[in-house]
């Protein structure tokens, strides 16, 4: 992954820069002057633009924007804090007579090495089994699940990039055969890696920060209704009243898009809302707002049951076990929720076989070793009498991943389990010839179930994503549920379930809404409604 940071002003005057990547600010620069990008917070701001995510970050007349060219695995509440303490930085220094550039520049610099620190996961891993509650369902407490870095990198042009994947992998056997889990037990202090002469730095900085500026913070306050806040404030004076549809409709169309749902999606909610309404006479705020309710209620809620358990148990006579597999892009937590739905069955007494089918990506098998292993343990230490193991068949391309399906088919029929959780390899949704063995794997393992990972982060690009996963099985076969991951790292911007939904009428199965195993949730309806008219 490659990431770049600059401070600019509102004229495009660039103050600072790391990583001398600008040109692709150009564009993001053009969302914010064009007020197209997606208002995570007030004065916080993100987008996606060329398979690139943006943050932006505005305090008083400065802007600090950073990009990573992959998914970033950073929760967006950490880059917030980050971007706007660089800016208190920068500002604090311009306003003294005699400007320290160099100082200025270290300080930054470590900042941003800091906060890309928070997503070298090898060195933060903490691993440490809780003692089970009673009433709960209890997880692992981690702060961070992936003990494998993942990846494979090169250095190219003067920084890390992330290889291809459609490029060869190292497929070494004795390599992979050297990893050990217990390290993932070593609970490491992030002090550590900062460099001696660093902690003055860290000193200052933290002069810097804790001198408080209450004026701008409160300014921001008062801003963060925004348009559309001021525009419900001024408009809840007429809610018995009727009004003009035309400028309710478009007010609620731009809440909807600043929700993150699509432009195209949320054009279409609104249309439908306005064909329901035609013809009707004094309408009041009351009436659209209640129409748009029961339609974004009825896109979310699941027209077929979504009853797994139930579906599970009802196998439980047949001689193959109930056959899952879990498909997506890379990086949005196809495995973590595989391990999260297998803790649940677990739960559930159920016997869990998880089958390695990404034998594509370094790491990918190692990775399920850990989340098995981590999982045994944790059954263990509960009266379950589930089993839970891993099948793998190591890596290797072509027919490799059919064989490996159905050879896990063969052994979890034969050796008693209820269910089989297949992990596939995560592929870049709009490359075709990535996402062809799809429908091979879908022919050939023939899953009860087929299960979409779709990270609450990406937005507009969740349309596409969720249309193009749902078309790669072929005319016969569709996804059967989404699971939502990472939705405790947006907020109320929940608008990427609107798209996916409304794209392919596949439901949500769960929510992912954190790093634990525990961390998942059955989507209330209600909750994500109010959050989208909030
Ligand atoms: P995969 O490549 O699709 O298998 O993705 P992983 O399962 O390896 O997950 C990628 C990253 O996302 C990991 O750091 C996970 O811990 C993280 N992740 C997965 N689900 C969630 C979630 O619901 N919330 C948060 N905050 N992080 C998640």
């Not at 699509?262 to 035609?278: G, R, Y």
Request: charged share 25%.
């Amino acid at each position: 992954m490659s990431q770049s940071l600059i401070v600019f002003k509102p004229s495009g005057k660039v103050e600072y820069q790391y990583n001398n990547k600008i040109t692709p600010f150009n564009e993001f620069i053009s969302c914010i002057v064009n007020e197209t990008t997606n208002d995570l917070d007030t004065n916080f701001f993100t987008t996606r633009l060329n398979q690139k995510r943006f943050y932006g970050y505005k305090r008083d007349q400065v802007y600090v924007a950073i990009y990573f060219d992959a998914i970033t695995t950073i929760d967006s509440e950490k880059i917030k804090s980050s971007l706007n303490s660089i800016a208190r930085t920068f500002i604090k220094f311009e306003d003294e007579d005699d400007f320290d550039n160099t100082k200025l520049t270290q300080l930054i610099d470590l900042q941003f090495n800091q906060l890309m620190l928070m997503k070298s996961d090898v060195k933060t891993v903490e691993t440490k089994l809780e003692t089970p509650k009673p009433d709960t369902i209890t997880a692992i407490n981690k702060k961070k699940v992936n003990p494998i870095n993942k990846k494979m990198r090169k250095w190219e042009g003067g920084e890390m990039v992330d290889v291809d994947s459609s490029q060869v992998l190292d497929y070494s056997v004795g390599q992979l055969s050297n990893i050990d889990d217990s390290s993932n037990l070593i609970s490491i202090d992030d002090s550590n890696f900062i460099k001696e002469n660093e902690l003055v730095l860290v000193n200052e900085l933290q002069q810097i920060l804790q001198d408080e500026d209450d004026s701008i913070d409160n300014q921001n306050k008062h801003q963060s209704g925004g348009l559309t806040g001021k525009f419900f404030q001024k408009i809840s004076g007429y809610l018995g009243g009727s009004i003009n549809v035309d400028d309710v409709s478009k007010k609620f169309y731009e809440q909807l898009i600043s929700k993150n749902v699509a432009a195209s999606t949320s054009k279409i909610i609104i249309d439908k809302i306005n064909h329901k309404l035609l013809n009707k006479s004094g309408i009041t705020f009351n009436v659209y707002k209640q129409t748009l309710i029961d339609e974004l209620t009825k896109i979310l809620t699941p027209n077929v049951s979504t009853d797994l358990l139930y579906d599970i148990k009802k196998n439980s006579n047949s001689q193959r076990p109930y056959v899952i597999s879990i498909v997506g892009v890379n990086g949005v937590g196809k495995s973590t929720n595989l391990a999260k739905l297998a803790y649940w069955f677990l739960q559930n007494n159920l016997n869990v076989l998880i089958c390695a089918c990404d034998t594509f990506r370094s790491g990918a098998v190692e990775q399920l070793k850990v989340h098995v292993n981590n999982l045994k343990r944790l059954n263990d230490s509960t009266s379950s009498n589930a089993k839970i193991d891993l099948f793998e068949k190591g890596y290797g391309s072509g027919d490799h991943v059919v064989a490996t399906a159905k050879a896990a088919i063969q052994y979890g029929s034969e050796n008693q389990f209820d269910v089989i959780l297949i992990d596939t390899a995560g592929r870049t949704h709009s490359n075709t010839r990535l996402m062809a063995p799809l429908k091979k794997f879908g022919d050939a393992a023939n899953p009860d179930k087929i299960i979409m990972v779709g990270e609450a982060l990406v937005g507009t690009d969740s349309v596409e994503q969720a249309l193009n996963f749902n078309n790669a099985f072929g005319n016969k076969r569709n996804l059967d549920f989404f699971i939502i991951s990472k939705v405790d790292t947006v907020g109320d911007l929940v608008g990427t379930m609107i798209n996916m939904v409304m794209a392919t009428n596949v439901p949500i199965l769960f929510l992912g809404t954190g790093q634990t195993y525990s961390d998942i949730k059955r989507l209330s309806t209600k909750t994500v409604v109010e959050m989208l008219l909030n």
